[in-house]
């Protein structure tokens, strides 16, 4: 029997990718740090077309789209302007089983893979094992072995780092994670507002720009999900009891033109950096890294969790058949192989991709904001081109090196 991988981190990205090897027939024995509950909160919702046929490999995906927000269309607006940009997900018919976009809770994903991992015979999810310590991320390494806090000693033919940002793995592999942080912070709110009443034509995802910079309004199943752009050092309540933030106060009011939206409460506030990072490497010996344990970018678009996502499914595709057949390195062209082709899909296409969106939504002059608009709306109105810019926004670029 083939030997269980290890995954460190029981958060989306290490349940997809423990799901996704054992849909391989490898076992998979997740770590998890604390006795994780499932907490309420709207930061990630976004699911894109690759995303959603990859996670109907492991029955995951007709939920979302069952009770999901499905998006047809992508709007970009201004705050002040009257030009808008429409982009149909009807040009991606026949390129994708799923020609449209999911907003669908990260936590109700979250809960969904633990469920589908809690039921799987080759998932063993242990919950409150911190892991402390690593043996065999150096090259030519034969197995690797991860030490808990207790001193438990784990052995496995690979361990897998999808422990988030501040991945302890990564850091005790000795990877460099170089980049940057935004100067500016991101505000994220929750509300039962009924925009829709009150904008017109409003779809349910919305990218605006405007004077104080960008608003994006995602429509989730619960909620309409606010997230605008602060700056550094703000110290204005950020939870609702000192009244509404007051940079996400001016961009409601031109948005809804009115102090209308105020009768309605301001729920889960989350005032958090973003970053544009990537590890210098994806592979260390026996340790491979996925999700925000290997890169972080914008929020903005909702690129960050689907490369995750799509990380876990490239790494089982490529490990699983290898770690089955034995011999041959047990899989170190195929690791090596993942590594490379993950890395690449950060670095030439999401990176680029994040910066390119986030530029354009915190440009603040309206001159700019103006041609950007402009343009986005001639791209829309090319059949060509259109297609092109959205099937790039829906990440079906990032997914090629997907293997099966």
């Known amino acids: 029997m083939t030997e269980p991988v290890i995954v460190v981190g029981a958060g989306p990205v290490g349940l997809a990718a423990a799901l996704a090897l054992a849909a391989e027939r490898v076992p998979a024995v997740v770590l998890e740090a604390e006795r994780a509950g499932v907490r309420k909160e709207w930061r990630g919702s976004t699911l894109h077309p690759p995303t959603l046929a990859l996670l109907d490999r492991i029955g995951a995906a007709s939920d979302a789209v069952a009770h999901g927000v499905r998006v047809d269309r992508l709007q970009f607006r201004d705050l002040q302007l009257p030009d808008r940009a429409t982009f149909s997900y009807g040009v991606l018919e026949g390129r994708t089983p799923f020609p449209f976009r999911v907003q669908y809770e990260q936590y109700k994903l979250l809960r969904l893979l633990r469920e589908l991992a809690e039921a799987s015979p080759d998932v063993d999810l242990r919950q409150e094992h911190r892991v402390t310590g690593l043996t065999g991320a150096d090259e030519g390494a034969a197995a690797a072995v991860v ?41 994220v709110a929750a509300t039962p507002f009924p925009f829709e009443t009150v904008v017109d034509d409003l779809g349910p995802v919305s990218y605006w720009s405007g004077p104080n910079g960008r608003l994006s309004l ?58 544009q990072r990537v590890a210098d490497r994806f592979r260390a010996g026996r340790l491979l890294l996925a999700g925000d344990a290997a890169h972080l970018s914008s929020t903005t678009g909702g690129m960050g969790l689907n490369s995750g996502v799509h990380d876990a499914f490239d790494l089982a595709a490529r490990l699983g058949p290898a770690l089955r057949a034995g011999g041959d390195g047990d899989g170190d062209a195929e690791a090596d192989a993942y590594a490379s082709a993950r ?32 343009d986005l709306a001639a791209t829309a109105a090319d059949p060509v081109a259109g297609t092109r810019h959205l099937s790039a926004l829906s990440m079906l670029d990032a997914v090629e090196g997907v293997s099966r």
């Not at 009244?243 to 005032?271: I, N, T, Y």
């Open 343 to 374: 890395r690449d899909a950060a670095v030439r296409i999401v990176q680029p991709a994040t910066r390119t969106v986030r530029a354009g939504v915190d440009a603040t002059g309206r001159d700019a904001r103006l041609a950007r608009l402009r």
């Open 147 to 187: 030490t808990l806090a207790d001193g438990t000693r784990l052995t496995a033919p690979y361990v897998v780092a999808a422990d988030g940002a501040h991945s302890v793995l990564r850091k005790l592999a000795g990877i460099g994670f170089p980049g940057d942080t935004y100067p500016s912070q991101s505000l």
């Open 218 to 275: 995602i429509r989730t199943p619960d909620v309409w999900r606010v997230a605008v752009s602060t700056t550094a050092g703000v110290t204005a309540s950020a939870d609702g009891t000192g009244g509404p933030h007051p940079e996400l106060a001016a961009a409601l009011d031109l948005l809804v033109g009115d102090r209308s939206w105020a009768g309605s409460p301001l729920q889960q506030h989350q005032l958090y950096r973003s970053h």
